[in-house]
């Protein structure tokens, strides 16, 4: 199996997951300054610290474990869709009722 690397165009739930940690740590940041400016329960910022690197470690467990279904490389997006069919010179595309440059439909 080829290594594993997050695609952002990507949408199954494991590309999904590798944008969380930076709302999370962002969070979690701002949950232990308010602490720490509050004073609550004589708790500080030097004392809670390793609480961040608790929220990192279960953010990157769930990226690891979240499932890879439907998941798409990158440099792949544009190589899995191929181009529709050119018809050959001369012939009507079956799908334009106006015929081909907008005729009207009227071949003389």
Known sequence: MDSY???????CARCRMAGVMGPAVLVTLGVLFLVDNLDLYGLSFHNTWPLLLI????????????????????????????????????????????GSGGQGGHHG
């Open 5 to 11: 690397r997050c695609n952002p165009r990507c949408g």
């Open 55 to 98: 929220v990192i470690g279960i953010v990157k467990v769930l990226q690891y474990t979240s499932p890879m279904e439907g998941h798409r490389a990158r440099g792949m997006e544009t190589a899995m869709t191929p181009p529709p069919p050119v018809p050959p010179a001369g012939e009507i595309p079956p799908n334009d009722p106006m």
